[in-house]
């Protein structure tokens, strides 16, 4: 896999994401993950015990493809309070760094939403992912 951050000369450097990438191989797109287990069951509705538990779902479903999380280039996250997201940042970047490493070559997208379709879900996450 070829992956390739992408920083026009003379702007600001992101803090903890890519302003883009550029990657070439074999895509995996990984729908929308909530923080919900294997079994469909939410055990917290805590913000970032949903955001490590999305987290894990989206490592798994990497494995699948035989991908981890170096191989991420575009990550989408929908949340349904900006507010909570952003006084829970530390934390969130805690829960982040314990599932996915320090992988922050990635380009990422940060939504508040009225609200996702299961009604404890707190946030969902998309992921597209570029293996060799």
């Known amino acids: 896999m070829s992956k390739t951050v992408l920083q026009p000369v003379g702007w600001a450097a992101p803090k903890g994401y890519a302003n883009g990438v550029a990657a070439s191989g074999r895509t995996i797109f990984v729908a929308g993950q909530i923080g919900w287990n294997a079994d469909s069951v939410f055990e917290s509705d805590d913000l970032v015990d949903q955001v490590r538990q999305a987290l894990l779902n989206v490592r798994a479903l990497l494995a699948e493809a035989g991908a981890g999380p170096e191989h991420i280039c575009r990550m989408t996250w929908y949340l349904t309070d900006k507010r909570d997201y952003l006084a829970r940042?530390?934390?969130?970047?805690?829960?982040?760094?314990?599932?996915?490493?320090r992988e922050f070559g990635i380009a990422m997208t940060a939504v508040q939403v009225a609200a996702l379709i299961e009604n404890r879900a707190k946030v969902e996450i998309e992921v597209t992912a570029v293996i060799g």
């Open 89 to 101: 940042a530390v934390d969130i970047g805690r829960a982040y760094r314990e599932v996915l490493g």
